[in-house]
């Protein structure tokens, strides 16, 4: 079974450029997540949709970052305009549901971004 | 609000002796407990968890945790380290119910297996 898969793995832009990530989680999984991985500190939860619908995105910073999935399959992250404090890692996840705590969060390897 | 506290941001051990990660977690109803590891350039898989019933969780690659409720942790052992578990270690823990089962992390981890 194929894992989760993002693109690119890593990136480097200037500040106030924007860039896209892309996600294709685990076939047949409902659920995905997009997570922000600041050096030194664990993932945060940027936005979870549960099919193509948007089941929490609390910490999303709306002003500049959107995302979405469209057909329920694939994901793109977006920032724009990128500040340096957005450095870090994305990591998508995806599970069969994230209605039961039983089921497992997969995660693809990540994309890390370096905005200079 | 729930959070989880990860004693030691780095823990070193020689191949063969035990490791003890530690994380302590806090919250104001029943938790579930999470441990991921994540090697370097490449995305978190899951070690073990706990949800309900027997509070001593056995996972993958020999490791173990024990939810202890009255001390708030969920500390991660296994008895004897191997040069392949050098990795970063990330403690979880989700109040979440309904539609949304989130995940909050801690800081890591960063164990080193020295020979």
């Known amino acids: 079974e194929a894992g989760v898969a993002q693109s690119p793995r890593y990136k480097i832009i200037e500040k106030r450029q924007s860039v896209a990530f892309w996600c294709n989680p685990i076939s047949g999984h409902a659920t995905l997540y997009w997570y922000q991985q600041i050096l030194g500190q664990g993932p945060k939860l940027l936005i979870q949709?549960?099919?193509?619908?948007?089941?929490?995105d609390s910490q999303l910073p709306k002003d500049r970052f959107s995302a979405e999935r469209l057909k329920g399959v694939d994901s793109t992250l977006k920032i724009q305009p990128a500040k340096l404090e957005d450095s870090a890692v994305y990591l998508c996840a995806s599970s069969t549901s994230g209605t039961h705590i039983s089921y497992e969060q997969y995660f693809g390897p990540g994309t890390r971004l370096t905005v200079t | 609000a729930q959070s989880v506290t990860q004693l030691g941001s780095h823990v070193s051990v020689s191949e063969g002796a035990l490791v003890l990660l530690r994380c302590n977690y806090s919250?104001?109803?029943?938790?579930?407990l999470f441990w991921y590891v994540q090697y370097p350039n490449q995305g978190l898989q899951l070690l073990l968890k706990y949800t309900t019933g027997a509070t001593l969780v056995k996972g993958i690659n020999g490791f173990e945790a024990e939810f202890k409720k009255s001390e708030t942790s969920f500390h991660l052992t296994k008895p004897s380290a191997h040069m392949s578990d050098a990795a970063e270690y990330f403690c979880a823990v989700s109040l979440g119910g309904g539609s949304n089962y989130k995940l909050t992390f801690g800081k890591g981890t960063l164990l080193t297996v020295n020979p």
């Open positions: 919250s104001s109803v029943p938790p579930y």
């Open positions: 949709f549960q099919n193509n619908g948007v089941v929490d």
